[in-house]
């Protein structure tokens, strides 16, 4: 039997980062107080639903450090991989494909890499 993929934490939605080694993840920063913060987090969720392999994180002001390291000041703010990708609600169309090509090139580095 295969375990949920679904992992809650006090923080975040996580999707379980364990089933693949090629998975990316996906981080959207927000804050109690951002009025685009439910239309943001559709999107994340119908992205991460369209394109296999993405691991999404949640995140609240809870993880002010994480979003300072990142350099993370405006919400909401989108962030693949440690990088900055996007601030406010991109077009779900636009998201999918920075996640499928994201999701390309790391493939192909761990091709690389055996």
């Keep these: 039997m295969t375990p949920s993929p679904f992992v809650a934490q006090p923080t975040s939605l996580l999707y379980r980062s364990d089933y693949l080694d090629s998975m990316i993840m996906l981080e959207l920063f927000l804050t ?18 369209s394109v296999p392999d993405v691991e999404l994180r949640i995140r609240s002001e809870k993880d002010y450090a994480r979003a300072k390291s990142l350099g993370v000041f405006i919400f909401p703010s989108f962030v693949l991989d440690d990088e900055f990708i996007a601030i406010g609600e991109p077009k779900l169309e636009w998201l999918i494909g920075v996640l499928r090509e994201k999701l390309k090139q790391k493939k192909r580095r761990e091709m690389w890499q055996r």
């Design 32 to 49: 109690p107080h951002c009025v685009s913060a439910p239309s943001a987090i559709a999107v994340a969720k119908e992205a991460v639903k």
